[in-house]
């Protein structure tokens, strides 16, 4: 796990454990994340995006270049501010097994270790803030414009990591009703012969470049 903080580092080590993870190890800079990475193997690098040396974006360099090395580790970064740029970056060679949250939501045990579990298992976790942004943007004409409004509500907790029992907890309907959403986002998209957690992740990812 990588934070430069020795208080937040000690609160998210703190928060993992309790969980009932396993922390392999932590590092305060980039580079000794890297080291870190290579020696333990861990099933997944939980790192804050701005990190030493640089102060920049070291942290997610960082972990991409440990996931290019063991494309199985998971990769969930954590931002005290919404930055699209780092969400685009993180999922420019795929949305499995990849997840951003914002600092604040490493306090809500249940939000974090939740994302920690879906990442581990290599599904995708983009805070529901990072997700409202890239709706509410302004975009061109592109494939989500055959979704219908629902659809796309549906799309985008497929984005948050939602599985389809949440998304139908969230919206009030029932499962099947879900199961016909996603199918038909599937299909107007063109996902047709992947499996269905391929073809989510696939699916976020057109969310996201659209």
């Known amino acids: ?6 208080f937040v580092r000690e609160g998210i080590v703190r928060v993992l454990e309790e969980g009932g993870f396993e922390v392999a190890g932590t590092a305060a800079d980039a580079r000794d994340l890297v080291r870190m990475a290579d ?5 997944v690098i939980i790192t804050d995006i701005q990190m030493p040396p640089g102060q920049a974006d070291d942290g997610l360099r960082a972990a991409l270049a440990a996931r290019a090395a063991r494309p199985a580790v998971g990769v969930l970064v954590l931002s005290q501010f919404l930055e699209d740029a780092y ?5 420019a060679d795929g949305a499995q097994g990849v997840g951003y949250l914002l600092k604040e939501k490493v306090g809500d045990m249940r939000v974090f ?5 879906r990442v581990a298992e290599g599904g995708s976790v983009l805070d529901p803030d990072v997700v409202a942004r890239l709706v509410g943007r302004q975009r061109k004409a592109g494939p989500l414009d055959d979704l219908t409004r629902r659809e796309r509500q549906v799309l985008a907790l497929i984005a948050e990591g939602r599985s389809n029992t ?6 009030v309907v029932t499962v099947a009703a879900i199961e016909r959403h996603v199918t038909s986002i599937f299909d107007k998209l063109g996902l047709h012969q992947s499996g269905e957690g391929h073809r989510r992740v696939l699916a976020v990812l057109t969310y996201l470049r659209a």
């Open 87 to 91: 969400a685009f970056d993180l999922v």
């Open 166 to 171: 949440g998304i139908a907890h969230e919206l």
């Open 113 to 117: 270790t939740d994302a920690v579990r």
């Open 1 to 6: 796990m990588g934070e430069d903080q020795p």
């Open 39 to 43: 020696a333990h193997h861990p099933d």
